[in-house]
């Protein structure tokens, strides 16, 4: 039988010898050591870049639990409410509508929540999610995909848009996080890259992690690969195969631009950085043991929020089998529905561009996978993650 000891190795290995990922890297820790961290493949599809040392991921919607996290700490410190309503921050979402799937307009029975930005089911989209009638909508005006307007600029744009449905009534991936990441900048007048680094990223050390580029980290940042829009993926049929096409990302993601900033996606990070972020969700701590988040607040916010009747999560028309939702990202609420390896109460998110982490309290495990391929049709989290639990024994 393999060694369980390189089991991720060759996991990792087998998708770069078919030439379905150029490059992946990764790391995992148990109870604050390292189990495995490595790299296969190389920064391009000819193999003849190797993968820097520190290199520099788009990680998409790994942005989310950042941005939730930072206000889960402004909630701590009473600067924000999990019940505060989001017209208290910005008027023009007083007066929303909620477009029926049958056309009829309707007004929004209340108004929308801190909780319902943190859940996702304040009513929003994305442009790509597959089945939802309001999602052409936001295609029209480019909503995520404009990375050249102002978070306030895109916020304008979002407030003259329908509601999808009634908020609380039911969960939709969409820009939710966006929507948090102006609550934030209202609540506290500040910019949220300054509220991440001084609240987050300079305690932890993440020092590389931010929305800008700068001059001297270019030749760190990973060519991207992959479908040029999320929208022409269609999950009713999906391509046959995974290919290395070159993509440009800089118009939705932009890497030099210091105005630029999202709560959905835009961030910038390496696997190290990172990993210190999903360490920190374990006891929520830095390493020199500067609380982050209370214990409590980490307890509240692993636990699911989304009920019964508005499971299973869906983004799109993918099913996420077994999982909640809490205040930052999926909850396994249901190792009896899962569909890969996984365990009760692990934690985390990923990103379009199909990075990964999981936090795993239960084993005091964290892991993080890092490439750069948007819309990868691959289980590539799965099988990283099933070799990681191979190698805890």
């Known amino acids: 039988p393999m060694s369980r000891s390189n089991r991720m190795q060759a996991a990792a290995q087998h998708f770069i010898d078919r030439k379905e990922f150029a490059g992946i ?25 190797p993968i820097p040392t520190e290199a520099l ?29 989001l017209p208290k921050f910005n008027r023009a979402f007083a007066m929303m509508k909620v477009l029926s799937p049958d056309g009829t307009l309707a007004p929004a029975h209340r108004p929308i929540t801190v ?8 009513g929003f989209t994305y442009e790509f999610i597959t089945g939802c009638h309001i999602a052409p909508g936001y ?50 007048g500040e910019r949220l890259d300054d509220l991440l680094r001084e609240h987050l990223f300079e305690p932890l050390q993440m020092l590389d992690t931010g929305f800008c580029i700068t001059p001297d980290q270019e030749d760190r940042l990973m060519p991207m690969f992959g479908v040029s829009s999320l929208r022409d993926l269609s999950p009713m049929n999906p391509p046959l195969e995974q ?66 009747h508005q499971l299973p999560l869906k983004i799109g028309l993918g099913p996420l089998p077994g999982y909640g939702w809490g205040l930052t990202g999926r909850v396994m609420i249901d190792t009896g529905q899962a569909m890969s390896l996984t365990n009760h109460g692990e934690f985390g998110w990923s990103g379009a561009a199909a990075t990964y982490f999981w936090v795993d309290p239960a084993e005091a495990m964290v892991g993080v996978i890092m490439t750069q391929y948007l819309g990868s049709i691959l289980p590539l989290s799965e099988a990283l993650r099933t070799a990681a639990y191979q190698m805890l024994d």
């Not at 890297?25 to 193999?47: C, F, K, P, S």
């Not at 790994?62 to 909630?75: C, E």
């Not at 306030?152 to 509601?163: F, I, N, R, S, V």
């Not at 449905?165 to 939710?176: C, I, K, L, M």
């Open 139 to 188: 295609d029209a005006i480019a909503l995520s995909e404009d990375g050249a307007v102002s978070l306030d600029e895109m916020m304008a744009k979002l407030a003259a848009q329908p509601l999808a449905f009634q908020p609380g009534s039911q969960f939709r991936y969409s820009v939710a996080t966006d929507v948090l990441a102006h609550v934030i900048e209202k609540a506290t």
């Open 25 to 49: 890297e990764w790391q995992v820790n148990v109870a604050g050591r390292i189990l495995t961290h490595g790299r296969a493949g190389a920064a391009n599809a000819d193999q003849s870049s």
């Open 243 to 308: 290919t290395l096409t070159a993509i440009d990302v800089e118009s939705m993601y932009p890497a030099g631009n210091s105005n630029f900033r999202r709560g959905g996606h835009g961030l910038f990070s390496t696997t190290s950085d990172y990993i210190k972020f999903a360490t920190m969700l374990l006891d929520g701590k830095t390493v020199s043991g500067e609380v982050i988040l209370s214990r409590t607040m980490l307890k509240m916010m692993q636990v699911n929020r989304i009920p019964e």
């Open 57 to 85: 991921y788009r990680i998409y919607s790994m942005t989310k639990p950042v941005v939730s996290v930072l206000a889960l700490m402004l909630i701590e410190a009473g600067r924000l409410r999990l019940y505060d309503f």
């Open 115 to 122: 909780e319902d930005l943190l859940t996702h089911r304040a």
